[in-house]
């Protein structure tokens, strides 16, 4: 990739921001409605694009990965001129006579970084945000899903000017080219050690970032939980896109009186979802690549599995897998998991759970199943993490109404909604002053003025 040909693409979305079109509100409006209908166009190529990558079902990609970004575009154009309005806030006695208020303004060009896991949402809902707040976007998808982001340039470049929106194909070697030029703000989504090299780049320009970021987000299941109720959604929120989820349940902690039952009925609903054979099933979803199905191979080595353990490299496809008890110290319990692997550890008393979760970095996502009110406060009183959904698993991140994002190693920032809109904007503070003055203000001060009287009561 030409390092001249980047700089040129950066420096005409910079001339064409300062040229002020993109921060008019019809303008905002009409780019995100081309963009929902360019979405609708292409919709055919996106499927075969995400059953290509991943062996996504049709109807697992619109739920997945169109609904969220359509739903996004739904949400800014309904509520986009209240989100820019100008608000007024008070002004202090000591600067009156004057008026003061806040005013939403784009940060200018904007770098958006994806993964490949959700490789369609989860560069088209941040870009929305990006639009909506009047920025230019550069956009770059992840490598390792290359017909997703195929059509991804596809309905860009059908709809969008290059310097204004503009996506950039490519690895290491062209992100680390994109991360040297000072955007006014990045946007990356991907894993922790990534993350770091991209807050690194972006310090040396002091541009802002948002960094969704992963790491092993624990499920606890106490023993007055709805098994049947537990198990159901735990099968479903840890096998959805084959447990390659950011916030997929990584591992779970069980009391141990329900462990057995609890296990027996995630394996029932397993077979319920995927069949007796769930290389078979058209709504499973394969490993992305060899690298990750090796590393997810060698999870299961050694280890006591409790339900499926097979493999197929040549589809790329790990079953459903539940393992018992291993060790807090093997690569399982380690790394982030982002597979069809589900470590099951039983617990005595909840508090070990809790002391567990706080000794290890805080995760983006906490589950507890529980019927006891005091349960739930206790657990989400004393841990940490980016979000937390009682009684069930991943919903927390489908409601525009509850900001997403990490905290500590899962990341910093959040969208969804508002969020999405406050993430890529700037707030800036005016403050108009009428003529007068008091006196005081100015030297030289009096030992006993009024002003400073005035202002330590
Ligand atoms: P990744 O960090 O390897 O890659 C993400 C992006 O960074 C890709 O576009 C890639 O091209 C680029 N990249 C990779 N190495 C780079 C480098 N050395 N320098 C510059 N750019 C580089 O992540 P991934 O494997 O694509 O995705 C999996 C990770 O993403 C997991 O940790 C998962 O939890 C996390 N994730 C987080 C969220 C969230 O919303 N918080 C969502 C999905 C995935």
């Known amino acids: 990739m030409d390092k001249n040909y980047l700089s040129e693409i950066f420096k005409s979305q910079k001339d064409y921001f300062y040229s002020g079109t993109t921060k008019d509100l019809s303008f905002r409006l009409n780019q995100l409605e081309k963009l929902r209908k360019g979405i609708l166009q292409n919709e055919q190529l996106i499927y075969e694009g995400l059953k290509k990558d991943l062996h996504k079902s049709r109807e697992e990609t619109f739920l997945t990965e169109i609904y ?48 490949w896991n959700y490789p369609f949402q989860l560069l088209m809902s941040p870009l929305v945000g990006a639009m909506a707040a009047g920025n230019c976007s550069v956009l770059k998808p992840s490598e390792y899903c290359p017909n ?51 807050m690194s780049a972006a310090a040396k320009n002091l ?22 109720l537990a198990a159901k959604r735990i099968a479903w929120g840890k096998f959805l896109n084959s447990g390659q989820t950011c916030i997929a349940p990584d591992y779970i902690f069980v009391s141990k009186e329900i462990s057995d039952s609890l296990t027996e009925k995630i394996t029932h609903y397993i077979k319920e979802f995927y069949g007796e054979d769930a290389s078979l099933s058209e709504n499973y979803v394969h490993i992305i690549n060899e690298k990750h199905f090796l590393r997810l191979s060698s999870y299961m080595e050694n280890q006591n599995i409790i339900s499926g353990g097979y493999t197929d490299i040549n589809n790329l496809f790990i079953a459903p897998t539940l393992i018992k008890n291993p060790s807090v110290d093997s690569p399982v319990m380690q790394e982030e998991i982002f597979g069809p692997v589900l470590p099951v550890i039983e617990y005595e008393n909840i508090q070990e759970a809790v002391n567990f979760i706080k000794k290890n970095p805080k995760p983006l996502a906490l589950y507890l199943f529980t019927q006891n009110e005091d349960n739930k406060t206790f657990v989400y009183k004393n841990t940490y993490s980016g979000g937390m959904c009682i009684n069930d698993v991943l ?7 509850l900001p997403f994002g990490g905290v500590g190693n899962s990341g910093m920032g959040q ?24 006196k005081a203000k100015f030297p030289p001060y009096k030992k006993t003025s009024f002003i400073i009287r005035f202002l330590k009561k």
């Open 415 to 438: 969208y969804h909604g508002k969020s999405t809109f406050d993430t890529f904007t700037h707030y800036k503070s005016i403050m108009e002053r009428g003529k007068f003055d008091i």
């Open 207 to 228: 541009t802002p970032v948002t960094l969704e970021l992963g790491g092993k987000s624990p499920c606890i299941v106490e023993k007055d939980a709805d098994i049947e």
């Open 68 to 115: 969220m970004v359509l739903a996004e575009i739904k949400y800014m154009k309904k509520n986009l001129k209240n989100l820019m309005k100008p608000h007024k806030v008070k002004t202090p006695l000591v600067a009156k006579p004057g008026k003061s208020f806040i005013y939403p303004e784009p940060y200018g060009s904007t770098l958006i970084i994806s993964p």
């Open 395 to 401: 919903s927390h991140i489908t409601t525009e109404y």
């Open 148 to 198: 997703t982001s195929e059509i991804i340039e596809k309905i860009i470049e059908e709809n969008f000017s290059p310097k204004y929106i503009k996506v950039i194909q490519g690895g290491i070697e062209e992100t680390s080219y994109l991360l040297e030029q000072p955007f006014d703000y990045i946007f990356f989504t991907g894993s922790p050690s990534v993350g770091k090299i991209v």
